[in-house]
Each structure stands twice: as C-alpha cells, then as structure tokens.
C-alpha cells in the first residue's frame, strides 16, 4: 500500500534550520497533490506548505519566506527546507499525498506520514 515516511526532524535552537524528508512509495505522478502539514500539542492540524503535480505550491502565511518545499521525482522524495526557525514553529510535521484513485468516489484519497517531531528551543 501506499506509504509516506517522514524523516529529518530534532532539535533546533531558534534562528536554526532543518530539512526534512518524505520518502514516498509511489511516484509523483500518481498523485494530484503533496504536502507538509504540523500539529503542535493541543491546536489543530494546519497545513504548511502544499505543491500540486503541476507544480503550483502555497505555503502559509506563518512560514512564507523561511519554508521551501520541494520534490525530487527521481527518489519519490517531498522536502521541506525550514530556515530562520521559531520557538513556535515546533510541532510533529506530518508529509501528505492526495492520491490518485479511479475506485474512490471523489477520484483521491487521502495518505499521511508516520509525522516527525521538530522543536525549536534555546
């Protein structure tokens, strides 16, 4: 089955940066979307950075400026490049497809990475 697996978060005093990774087991092309999303303890998921298949991408307000995402279509790898990071900008940063699917009503379904920690703390 499809699967996402996060990886390159830890631990960053602010003004730091990390990179981090979504090795998918799909190609690109077989999705319409992908994206990083985050949680921090008691809020709501929101989404952080999003880059469609015709390589439209919209970030959030939050981070324009400091985020960068990215794909390799080679390795089937989404990245995330976080610079100038800020206390609360920690969260468990979750990689995520919109899947192309001809049996799913609506055409997609949704899939979610395992989630990686980030903190950012002095």
């Known amino acids: 089955q499809v699967q996402l697996v996060e990886s390159g978060g830890g631990l960053v005093q602010p003004g730091g940066s990390l990179r981090l990774s979504c090795a998918a087991s799909?190609?690109?092309?077989?999705?319409?979307?992908m994206g990083w999303y985050r949680q921090a303890p008691g809020k709501q998921r929101e989404m952080v950075a999003q880059l469609t298949i015709a390589g439209i991408i919209n970030y959030s307000d939050s981070v324009k400026g400091r985020f960068t995402i990215s794909r390799d279509s080679a390795e089937n790898t989404l990245y995330l490049q976080m610079n100038n990071l800020k206390p609360e900008d920690t969260a468990v940063y979750y990689c995520y497809a919109d899947v192309y699917s001809e049996t799913e009503p609506d055409g997609s379904y949704d899939v979610w990475g395992q989630g990686t920690q980030v903190t950012v703390s002095s």
């Open positions: 799909i190609a690109f092309v077989t999705t319409y979307m």
